[in-house]
């Protein structure tokens, strides 16, 4: 099989029909099986590797607490919301044992449903955090819909305004299905390498983009390249489209506005890193998954 990494199923429904059903929404607030998901400021709860999800008695009062609410929708038939909560929030009975905890860290150990839910709030929380005015007339703009748009609250404007996500393509660069390109950026962790990554600019195609990114950064020209799979990243509003890319060119000359270094490794040196001075990103991440692929021959450049 020519391409072996399979991207995951949707646990949640996100029941999109319901978002303006105002009378089902507060009915379901109400529900004994209706599921909340508690966050600080953007962060979920943790307690040990597994989200603080509350039902709603455990919840009590704490939800008065709430600086936003949205919708996620229906986990297994049961409703989902998600509250960001106010700062001293943490020390309300509902959530002891737990903590707001950094997402990228609980990538790795987070149950997959559970990491759909707590990304999917997040992406809407950063949102809010970050559009409490409009941005057509600058007047307060207040949530509609179960928290997933925005309307300005002058009349005459009236403008309604949509949480966004920003595409931004991740390429593995191979030079035949045995040798690939990693790079690191200024500030990473010492060691530590991953594939090319990029925004994706106004007016460009993903492939533009791909193209555009590997040249100003590490100076190499890619031929065929193939889609793989993507990845939510809100931090604060990402999407990973992840590409598997043809080189072809190899000289390498890094940009060191963009990058610290760059270097062809071979599936050989990838399978033990640190015996050759770097590390990768977990699986977890969009770029582990796909060098780990690339590792074991299951994902294989266009042109192999
Ligand atoms: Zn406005």
Partial sequence: MKNAVTPGVAALDRAADK??????????????????????????????????????????DLIDQATEMVWLGLLAGRACFALDLGPGAERHAALSG?????????????????????????????????????????????PRQGGHT???????????????????VLVLVCDGPDRCLIARSQGWPAGMYSAL???????ETLEQAVAREVLEEVGVEVGAMRY?????????????????????????????????AARWVTREQ??????????VPRPAALAGQLLAAFVAGTLLPPSA
């Fill in 228 to 260: 793989v799979m993507s990845q939510p990243w809100p931090f604060p509003a990402s999407l990973m489209l992840g590409y598997i890319a043809d080189a072809r060119t190899l000289e390498l000359r890094v940009d060191s506005h963009e990058l610290e």
């Fill in 197 to 203: 990554a990029g925004f994706v600019e106004p007016g």
């Fill in 19 to 60: 978002r303006r059903d105002v009378s089902f929404l507060e009915q379901q607030l109400d529900q004994a099986e209706t599921l909340f998901v508690p966050f600080l400021r953007g962060q979920p709860f943790v307690r040990g590797s597994e989200l603080a999800l509350l039902t709603r008695r455990e919840t009590g």
């Fill in 98 to 142: 737990s903590q707001p905890s950094d997402l990228r860290m609980q990538l790795a150990q987070l149950p997959s449903a559970q990491l759909e839910l707590a990304l999917y709030g997040r992406a809407l929380f950063l949102w809010h955090a970050r559009h409490s005015f409009c941005s057509v007339c600058g007047q307060p703009s207040r």
């Fill in 270 to 279: 990838l399978r033990d890193p640190q015996q050759h001075g770097f590390f």
């Fill in 150 to 168: 925005r309307v300005c609250s002058s009349s005459s404007c009236a403008s309604e305004h949509f949480p966004r996500t920003d595409p931004c």
